[in-house]
Each structure stands twice: as structure tokens, then as C-alpha cells.
């Protein structure tokens, strides 16, 4: 296997976060997918949302499971926490990092095989326990590692390359993640980075489960004219829920302007966001609403990208188990080893 390494050169002009660190701060090895791969659009997202948030790269921590889509982490931030588990088993990997420190964000990958197959289980208790990450599943409906079978999130009557119709109904991730409990949910597609890049830059910073389900056309073996997952049918038939856009956290700016119509907001960086707001009544708070659109325009054969659900109000794992503030890594062993007579006490008060 030959390996190219990425020069070490960089443009002098490469624009800086507040930080100081450019782009190149937050890449990783260079990729080993296929060319065109989605996958590896999705790993130019990420790098660009990190960046942007200013987020050190040691204060992140990714994990994945196995698949193409789980190889990607080695692509961005390069300077951060890893582990590569099992397969299906990412989340109990990122479950323990979440609960030892919970002062890392959290980006966990993985694809539509390791997450709606052998790790079903595993994606069920993370999203209902609340753990407070950025879950991301690049979907492309089929095996690729192992030559294009079909995935489980494959599409009831699409085709495989060699023309061989998918029998079964798909399992819808999104919808899962909705009757679940998750607080942030959504879905994009790889070949729209407008789109995607604020997605992901939302879902690191809220304070909950984020999962975003990205469709990622599988070049080799799910980009053909018969696929549901590929390039073309999924640039024809997308609908994008909201026009949406992330704002860092900072002073309360307010508008007030009817629907249908355009206002500009003044920024606190001196930069002018442009408001259009939509005539549809749709409401990015209403579970149950967000779960049955997905499901009425899935019937139509349509994807339905964009942010679909968020609750304000979000809990993580810490605020349910009341844990204290201070990471567990950072305890000493007698903060977490208090002794017999600690235990004993504690045993009594279940008596």
C-alpha cells in the first residue's frame, strides 16, 4: 500500500481562527477511500466546522466503529483523542470517554452498517442515556468495504450495481433517533457543505444527544442510476426544512419581521446575517410532527435534509446521575475510592 504524506508547506495567508490555527491545524492523515467518496466531504465538514468554532484540537475526542465511514476519524484532527473500536461498538466507547471527562466534545462516526445493524443495540441506549456528542452516520446504503451488499438503511426497490432489487422496507435512522428522545436531530447530504458545516457546528455545541444522518454516495458500489443513495437521485429528490444557520452563543440580538419577508441583523464580528422566513408553519420543536413529516415525504421518495428536531431544553448524562462538575479523570483515589465505612453508610441508606 503506497502513502502520501501531506506537505509540510503551508500558504502563509491561510486565515486564522481566534485561536490562531488554520484549517491545516485541524486535518488529519491523508484519505485512503475511494476518489469522490462522500465520506471524505464529510471529513472536509468537520475540519471546517472545528475550526471555526475555535475549539482546541486536544479537547476533542473521536471514536468510530468499523466500515469505510468508521476509517475517517485518521482524516480530521489529527492533534486529538481517537479510538477506533469494534465493530457496532462505538458507543459504549464514547459512553465511558463522555463519563471519565466531560469536558471533551465528543464526535463520534460511524455508517449506516456498523450503526443499523450489528450496532442497533448499541445506538438504541446511547441516544435514550442522553450522552452529550455529535453522533454522525455516513449513510450510503451498502457495504463497501465488502463489495456493495445492501445496508439496512437501503431503500425498498433500489437497485444494486449489478441490477438486483433490495427486498426489504429500510430502517430510517432519523426517525429512530427521534423516537428515541434524541434533542438535536437532522440530516444532510455530503455534496451540500452550505448545508452541512452549520449542521455540525450546532451539534458540537449542544448541550445533549446530536445525531446527524449525512447521506454519503458510495462511489464504487451505490452511485448508479438505479440507487437511492447516489449523487444524482439524491440532488433530485432533496427538501430542505429550514434555512438554517449557527450563531455562537453571545449577546441576545432580536428581530421581529413578518413571514415571507427578509431582515438583516448586524452581527457582534461586524458581519450582516440575512433572514428569510418561511411561510411553511413548520416547527423544528415538535417531535412527534418532525418524526411524521419525515416519514410522509419518505413515502413520497423524497429526503428531507436540514434540521428537523431540537429541544431547547435539553439534559445530558451528568444532569441525570447529578454527577459533580469536575471530570472523573481528574478525581484523586480517595475522592473516588472513599473507603469501607463510606460504602457501609451508603449501603445502610438502602435499608
Known amino acids: 500500500m503506497t502513502f502520501v504524506a501531506k506537505p509540510k508547506a503551508h500558504h502563509p495567508k491561510l486565515p486564522k481562527n481566534e485561536l490562531g490555527l488554520t484549517r491545516r491545524d485541524y486535518e488529519g492523515s491523508v484519505s485512503t477511500l475511494c476518489a469522490g467518496c462522500g465520506h471524505d466531504s464529510v471529513s472536509a465538514a468537520i ?5 471555526e468554532l475555535s475549539i482546541p484540537p486536544h479537547m476533542f475526542a473521536k471514536v468510530s466503529g468499523i466500515g469505510c465511514s468508521s476509517k475517517t476519524p485518521s482524516y480530521f484532527l489529527g492533534n486529538s483523542h481517537g479510538f477506533n473500536s469494534v465493530h457496532g461498538r462505538m458507543p459504549s466507547v464514547a459512553t465511558g470517554a463522555k463519563l471519565a471527562n466531560r469536558e471533551l466534545y465528543c464526535i463520534g462516526v460511524s455508517g449506516d452498517g456498523d450503526t443499523a445493524s450489528i450496532g442497533m443495540g448499541q445506538f438504541a441506549h446511547i441516544v435514550r442515556r442522553r ?23 437501503n431503500d425498498l426497490g433500489s437497485t444494486s450495481k449489478k441490477g438486483l432489487p433490495n427486498l426489504y422496507e429500510p430502517i430510517d435512522l432519523v426517525s429512530m433517533a427521534l423516537q428515541l428522545g ?12 452550505r448545508q452541512l458545516v452549520p449542521l455540525l457546528k450546532a451539534g458540537l455545541m449542544h448541550e445533549g444527544f446530536a445525531f446527524i444522518d449525512v447521506i454519503s454516495p458510495c462511489v464504487a458500489f451505490n452511485n448508479h442510476s438505479g440507487s437511492t443513495k447516489s449523487y444524482e437521485y439524491v440532488r433530485g429528490h432533496s427538501e430542505s426544512m429550514i434555512a438554517s444557520d449557527f450563531v455562537p452563543p453571545g449577546e441576545e440580538i432580536t428581530a421581529d419581521y413578518e413571514p415571507g419577508t427578509t431582515e438583516t441583523v448586524q452581527m457582534p464580528d461586524g458581519s450582516k446575517l440575512h433572514l428569510n422566513k418561511l411561510d411553511a408553519d413548520y416547527d423544528p420543536h415538535d417531535r412527534v410532527a418532525a418524526l411524521a413529516h419525515v416519514q410522509q415525504r419518505a413515502a413520497a421518495g423524497e429526503i428531507v435534509t436540514g434540521l428537523l428536531y431540537v429541544d431547547p431544553d435539553a439534559t445530558d448524562t451528568h444532569e441525570i446521575l447529578n454527577t ?6 481528574q478525581l484523586n483515589e480517595a475522592e473516588l475510592c472513599p473507603g469501607s465505612d463510606k460504602l457501609h453508610s451508603i449501603n445502610e441508606s438502602f435499608r
Do not use: E, H
Open 47 to 51: 475540519v471546517q466546522a472545528c475550526a
Open 131 to 153: 450522552i452529550n456528542m455529535l453522533y454522525v452516520v455516513d449513510n450510503n446504503g451498502t457495504y463497501g468495504l465488502t463489495k456493495g451488499q445492501f445496508s439496512a438503511t
Open 182 to 193: 434524541a434533542s438535536f436531530v437532522a440530516r444532510s447530504f455530503s455534496g451540500d457543505k
Open 324 to 329: 459533580i462538575d469536575t471530570p472523573l479523570n
